[in-house]
């Protein structure tokens, strides 16, 4: 028994469920926002504007967080994050109580303020494996955080769902609460010295590092003619990831369901894609990357397009499952096709841009909904934003066979495939 308690409670799986715990309230709260928004003030437009709201904060500090990570030691940045978001926690619980009839905005501003931490703590997070993990157990473990991140995406929308129906001041509780479960768990991790980030830089220094490495990595997207390609295909798609997470709430509304129904829909949509997802390997064999791409990217065109006229709440969410699993698949051919054209010693800062410019998509979703929501019914809005963005995937899938056909051995299947990163199908994917 001694054994057995020693094993589940050593460093490394105090760091599992670490991260466990903040990618369920990440997840969370990005569930939550647009629903509870939709919710307070039944306006489709404030949906979007709540949608764009919390991705722009967190754009803008994504950069600063990768800079954090290397200059301060990684539990320091958990435990004052996770302080503070505690504290924003109590704060809201108070607020909740005093201002009842506010209670819904309390909780959104709570949302929005905390989301910004959660950042910080997830750039630390991938940093805080390599002073835990041994380097020969570093695959193990990766595949290990693998499943323990698609099981959360999964079981967030259930339990957002769930707070739906209790009101206010039980999620407000519930997500406070889980701010301080993570920071027990970040206390817990040893304080040695490889946990340490290292030596402070000068801060003109460290902002002018940070302004280079950005400006590097825009370039080589620009540049690398199949990277500018799949990045151009992967906002017009999460454009359309966005629109679905602003849009569901009044969809759900009009099929008759509450919005805790949603959370169902999106765990559901999520089993499937990650079903769909141990196939893409062989899809890949058999057609390529350019045919498993443009098939998936077509795929959730149309689909996309048909969620605007359709009718009854089943077909929606059949559709919405189908929109993820060719989120799933597109996801691991466009992961595989960057890491093959980036050169390794230019990878961290290209991705870095690539995500940034990935992210993006979303803010301008949810200012597409904030601005036309209230004029433009979904029936129409819906098809027209899809028809566009699946004529951009058109022309942009046909740049990219051209493209590929100049360097046919640099994309020949043959060569491994790289897993997915995820295909965050509980809350629509970023890539």
């Known amino acids: 028994m001694t054994t057995l308690s020693s094993r589940l409670f050593t460093p490394v ?3 599992y469920a670490l991260r466990a715990v903040g990618w369920t309230t990440d997840q969370l709260i990005q569930f939550l926002l647009p629903v509870l928004a939709y919710q ?22 994504l950069p600063a967080a ?3 990570a290397d200059r301060f030691p990684e539990q320091r940045i958990y435990w004052v994050n996770d302080l503070v978001r505690v504290a924003l926690g109590a704060v809201a619980t108070v607020l909740a109580v005093v201002l009842e009839s506010q209670a819904f905005a309390v909780v959104i501003v709570f949302a ?7 950042e910080q703590v997830l750039v630390a997070g991938e940093k805080l494996a390599g002073t835990l993990v041994a380097p020969k157990d570093m695959h193990r473990a990766q595949s290990v955080l693998s499943g323990i991140e698609q099981g959360t995406l999964l079981l967030a929308p259930v339990i957002g769902g769930a707070l739906l129906l209790t009101g206010p001041l039980p999620i407000v509780a519930v997500v406070a609460g889980l701010f301080g479960v993570s920071l027990l768990l970040s206390l817990s991790l040893p304080r040695g010295s490889h946990t340490g980030g290292r030596p402070a830089p000068s801060e003109g220094s460290a902002g002018r590092r940070l302004l280079r490495d950005s400006v590097t990595g825009v370039r080589n997207v620009v540049r690398i003619p199949v990277l500018r390609t799949i990045v151009l295909a992967t906002m017009c798609i999460n454009i359309m990831l966005g629109l679905i997470q602003g849009a569901a709430p009044a969809l759900a509304d009009r099929y008759g369901r509450s919005e805790g129904a949603l959370g169902l829909v999106y765990s559901v949509a999520g089993l499937v894609a990650m079903v769909t997802l141990t ?14 791409a443009a098939a998936s990217a077509v795929v959730q065109g149309v689909v996309f397009i048909a969620l605007g006229p359709t009718t009854g709440f089943f077909f929606f969410a059949a559709l919405v499952a189908v929109f993820m699993a060719g989120d799933s698949v597109f996801s691991v051919v466009i992961r595989t096709l960057r890491l093959r054209v980036v050169a390794s010693e230019e990878f961290g800062r290209t991705v870095a841009a690539v995500s940034l410019l990935n992210f993006l998509s979303l803010p301008l979703a949810g200012g597409l909904l904030a601005v036309a929501g209230h004029a433009v019914p979904l029936v129409v ?3 027209v934003a899809g028809a566009a ?23 020949a299947t043959e060569q491994p495939a790289v897993e997915a990163d995820t295909p965050a199908p509980a809350v629509p994917s970023t890539m």
């Open 279 to 292: 196939a893409a390997p062989r899809l890949i064999r058999r057609y390529g990357f350019l045919g498993v």
């Open 381 to 383: 809005l819906i098809p």
């Open 13 to 15: 799986h105090r760091y």
């Open 66 to 68: 990768g800079l954090l």
């Open 389 to 411: 963005a699946l004529a951009g995937l058109v022309v942009l899938m046909t740049r990219l066979k051209r493209y590929m056909a100049a360097e046919p051995a640099l994309f």
């Open 112 to 118: 929005l303020l905390a989301g910004v931490c959660c």
């Open 40 to 61: 307070a003030t039944g306006e489709l437009s404030w949906s979007g504007i709540v949608l764009a709201a919390q991705w722009v904060p967190r754009l803008l500090s």
